[in-house]
């Protein structure tokens, strides 16, 4: 990810130091997966390849975990940017339910993992809630809910009779268990860890500039001209995919983060549940383990370059008050103010698998809100493909969905 794409005081790289630093690439290398990029997405993928005994190599061209994971809130929820009716027209329903539960599964590999290998990264499993204040919206709320629950989802409609939150709600769906929330950067870091404990090599501060394909390999040169050799390579860029792609990925926006200072007062309902308004474009919000609010949203036309002060702080000072007006019970002071790139799909899903005319050409772009969700599954079904073992849920990610 350029670093182009994110601009302010990211939270989650100032309060946590650097963890450990990895060399950069001095010597040509062989291995048989070469991943470029490590945020979380790189990151996930070097664990399950790594964890599945294949030989892979990860480069990135900065610092781990400070592109486009420093600036996700790591709200993760199983359902998707828009609602399943308004989805409609993408895809089916019997789709919209089937990344639901691909997001719950991939919610439970997350916890799997910090089950295993020890919670290092604040990981807590929450409810997700999706509401809206206007009365005009409660049928679609209904909409949604009935969806879900017929689906076989536990969820929870809530309205002006049962709303047990502090601020207006006309109707609503609690998802129970249906998200989670994290630090991402020490998610990024802990992945890492382990994977290089099962053999994965990592080099930072090694961009890729070259990459060429021959019938047998690909192979990448880095910055100060050392070559990685591989039998195919898997785009972890995030939105920074032109030295792969001509192609345009999903359509960008830039989008506004604001997180609190530490408040004594919040409710402990809050510290439960991450939350989502029905506006367009919609904010979100969640608690941390020191008990700070983030919240996000109010995005915008995309800025290339995220420069434009006046811009960002229309977008920052809405967002404070829309903070303060669902909680005028508490002593809200911002702390940290950031914004980047974010990319959204007709139909909410990332682009896993294969390059159509390239079998050497891999991705895994986790675009939508569900990110780090859509790359936890990319490592599970890519690392079964390494394999010849394809997973047929694959489909509803496929690089090429929108072409035909």
Known sequence: MNTQYV??????????????????LTEDIDTEVIIVGCGVTGAILGHYFSKNNINCVILEKSRIGHGSTSITTSLLQYELDDNAMELKSYTSIENIIRSYNLGIKALDEIEEFINEHGNKCDFKRVDSFLYTDKKLENKEMKEEYYIRKEAGLPVKFIDED?????FDVKGGVIGKNGGAVLDPYKFTQHLIEVSCEQGLRVYENTEVLDVQYSENDVTVETVYGYKVKGKIIIAATGYNTGIFTKRAFGTKTTTFNLATKPIDNIENIYKN????DNKDPYTYFRTTKDNRLIIGGEDINFIPDIYNKELCNKSYETLEQRLKSLFPNLNIEIEYKYCGAFASTQ????FIGKDPTNSKLWYCLGYGANGILFAMLGGMMLSKLYYGEVDKDINLFKVDRFDQ
């Open 273 to 276: 549940v991450i939350i989502r």
């Open 162 to 166: 049962n709303n047990p939150f502090l």
């Open 7 to 24: 601009q302010g005081d990211c939270i989650f790289t100032r309060i946590n130091k650097t963890i450990k630093q990895y060399e950069y």
């Open 347 to 350: 139909d909410n899903l990332g």
